[in-house]
């Protein structure tokens, strides 16, 4: 099969469910077993579990109010004596230090793939300072207008398409945070 069977599985499921076509799904039933359909099945699911953690996280993040939109890049010279897997622990460490709540991934610029990260964070304000250590970092606060919604749904299809590619390709991983954003406390005590 030219395409992973998880996938296949996945399509084959599709095509029966939305155009009730089953041949795809007998097909996939009559060369493998029920225990190899059964793990593909449980790949499909975890995939739909994780999309459905990362655009909740990212959901809250923006319902939250204090949201901003970072970007974080490398000097040559950072880039150069660190591995992939050392700048991941910079921007982890980072956000953890500045942010109640975030959601960040790896990401290359389209004309030289240079490294670089976005980041969809909670807080009211970040101490850049912190970062010129390491590069430059950019940051733009997300408000609640309908363009800002447009650009910021545009990130959370691009960030939860690009982790789950990367996870399943390269092994990078989404970074986040184990918190959860919660409303402030002008909301919890709010006259009605």
Same mark, same amino acid.
């Given at each position: 099969?030219?395409?992973?069977?998880?996938?296949?599985?996945?399509?084959?499921?599709?095509?029966?469910?939305?155009?009730?076509?089953?041949?795809?799904?007998?097909?996939?039933?009559?060369?493998?077993?029920?225990?190899?359909?059964?793990?593909?099945?449980?790949?499909?699911?975890?995939?739909?579990?994780?999309?459905? $953690?990362?655009? =909740?996280?990212?959901?809250?993040?923006?319902? =939250?109010?204090?949201?901003?939109?970072?970007?974080?890049?490398?000097?040559?010279?950072?880039?150069? $004596?660190?591995?992939?897997?050392?700048?991941?622990?910079?921007?982890?460490?980072?956000?953890?230090?500045?942010?109640?709540?975030?959601?960040?991934?790896?990401?290359?610029?389209?004309? $030289?793939?240079?490294?670089?990260?976005?980041?969809?964070?909670?807080?009211?304000?970040?101490?850049?300072?912190?970062?010129?250590?390491?590069?430059?970092?950019? =940051?733009?606060?997300?408000?609640?207008?309908?363009?800002?919604?447009?650009?910021?749904?545009?990130?959370?299809t691009k960030l939860s398409r690009h982790a789950l590619k990367e996870t399943a390709g390269?092994?990078?991983?989404?970074?986040?945070?184990?918190?959860?954003?919660?409303?402030?406390?002008?909301?919890?005590?709010?006259?009605?």
């Open positions: 099969m030219a395409i992973g069977l998880d996938k296949a599985l996945d399509h084959a499921n599709h095509e029966a469910f939305y155009k009730n076509d089953f041949r795809m799904l007998q097909e996939l039933n009559d060369c493998f077993s029920f225990d190899f359909l059964k793990c593909a099945a449980s790949i499909n699911k975890g995939n739909r579990k994780k999309t459905e $953690r990362v655009k =909740g996280k990212i959901g809250s993040i923006v319902e =939250g109010g204090e949201c901003l939109f970072l970007t974080l890049t490398f000097t040559d010279d950072v880039l150069a $004596r660190t591995s992939e897997e050392t700048r991941r622990r910079y921007v982890s460490r980072f956000l953890k230090r500045q942010c109640a709540c975030y959601v960040a991934n790896i990401d290359f610029g389209s004309k $030289r793939e240079r490294e670089h990260y976005h980041a969809l964070v909670y807080a009211p304000k970040v101490d850049y300072t912190k970062w010129h250590k390491y590069g430059a970092i950019k =940051g733009e606060r997300v408000r609640s207008t309908q363009n800002d919604a447009k650009r910021v749904s545009k990130y959370v390269k092994g990078r991983r989404i970074i986040y945070s184990r918190n959860t954003v919660f409303l402030p406390p002008a909301f919890l005590f709010e006259d009605d």
